[in-house]
C-alpha cells in the first residue's frame, strides 16, 4: 500500500485545517489507519488511529477533543479534521497503515505501522 499525506499548511492559532491520507496499491479498507507527527527535534508521536471499519478511533491525549479522524474506504481515503490548532501543533505529519489486515487496531506505537507515507507540513503561528 502506498500512502500519500496531504493538506498541509500555515495558519495561524485557532485555525482548522483537514489533512488528508491517499492510498493506492492495496486493500486499503483492510487496514487500520494512523496519524502520526514528529516537530523538528523531537521523536515522531501518535496523534491520531482507527481500526479498518472506522468502528474505532483512538486519539493522543493532547488532541482530544480538537482533532477528528475520519475514514472512505469506498475512496481509499482518510482525514485528520484539526480544529483549534495551537503552535504546538506544529509538525510534519504522516499517515500510515498496519501491515496486517482486519487487525484489532488502531494502534499508537510506529512499530505496529509497515506503510508509511511521505509527510505534510503543519505550521501553525501564534
Known amino acids: 500500500v502506498q500512502l500519500q499525506a496531504s493538506g498541509g499548511g500555515l495558519v495561524q492559532a485557532g485555525d482548522s485545517l483537514r489533512l488528508s491520507c491517499t492510498a493506492s496499491g492495496g486493500t486499503f479498507s483492510r487496514y487500520s489507519v494512523g496519524w502520526f507527527r514528529q516537530a523538528p527535534g523531537k521523536e515522531r508521536e501518535f496523534v491520531a488511529g482507527?481500526?479498518?471499519?472506522?468502528?474505532?478511533?483512538s486519539y493522543a491525549d493532547s488532541v482530544k477533543g480538537r482533532f477528528t479522524m475520519s475514514r472512505d474506504n469506498a475512496k481509499n481515503t482518510a482525514h485528520l479534521q484539526m480544529n483549534s490548532l495551537k503552535p504546538g501543533d506544529t509538525a510534519v505529519y504522516y499517515c500510515?497503515?498496519?501491515?496486517?489486515?482486519?487487525?484489532?487496531?488502531?494502534?499508537?506505537?510506529?512499530?505496529?505501522?509497515?506503510?508509511w507515507g511521505q509527510g505534510t507540513e503543519v505550521t501553525v503561528s501564534s
Open positions: 500510515a497503515a498496519d501491515p496486517t489486515p482486519y487487525s484489532e487496531g488502531p494502534y499508537s506505537t510506529l512499530r505496529d505501522y509497515d506503510f
Open positions: 482507527m481500526n479498518w471499519t472506522g468502528g474505532r478511533t
